[in-house]
């Protein structure tokens, strides 16, 4: 309904400026078309040298990102990586940031929810797979990561990668 009257307001701005153009001078409407030039181009070299810095900055901050350590020894990658993994284990209801991992049992994990905890997509291969799956245990293996949380997240994690080598690699 919205993108309706959207149009209507559209049509008749559209309408109105070329009733405009039609009356009035060429010589008028040029230079009117060049000050707006004049005017977008400034506007453009400000807002270039205001954010420049920082635009080019950006894929330097991603290039450096998986270099740059917290105060418990993960990097910034890899703490967003866990982060995806805990917000996946909440929607699907078997994490709670109150009581940690839930006491329920996940062996009625579907291979959707497996490829999603493990951040593939179906069709991987073996490799990629157990890649991914080695990647999530660095941070999450129960030697390395002292958290009753993360002995269930990495227990989950497992479960779902046998799912995975169950369902898709019966070899």
Do not use: W
């Not at 350590?69 to 805990?86: H, T």
């Not at 593939?120 to 990647?135: I, M, Q, V, Y």
């Not at 390395?144 to 479960?159: G, P, V």
């Amino acid at each position: 309904m919205n993108l309706v009257f959207l149009g209507i307001i559209i049509f008749i701005v559209v309408v109105i400026v070329l009733s405009y153009l039609g009356k009035s001078d060429p010589k008028k409407i040029s230079k009117g078309i060049r000050y707006i030039i004049i005017f977008f181009s400034v506007i453009l070299g400000l807002i270039l040298i205001l954010a420049g810095r920082f635009l080019f900055a950006i894929p330097l901050f991603f290039l450096i990102l998986p270099i740059i350590k917290l105060k418990s020894g993960i990097s910034i990658l890899k703490a967003l990586q866990l982060f995806r993994l805990i917000y996946i284990l909440r929607q699907q209801g078997r994490y709670s940031f109150r009581s940690g991992a839930n006491t329920t049992s996940s062996s009625n994990l579907t291979i959707e929810e497996a490829y999603s905890i493990l951040g593939l997509k179906r069709g991987c291969t073996k490799t990629e797979l157990n890649k991914n799956f080695s990647k999530i245990m660095e941070k999450l293996h129960p030697d390395k990561n002292k958290d009753f949380d993360a002995t269930r997240l990495a227990q989950i994690t497992s479960e779902a990668r046998d799912k995975i080598l169950k369902e898709d690699f019966k070899n």
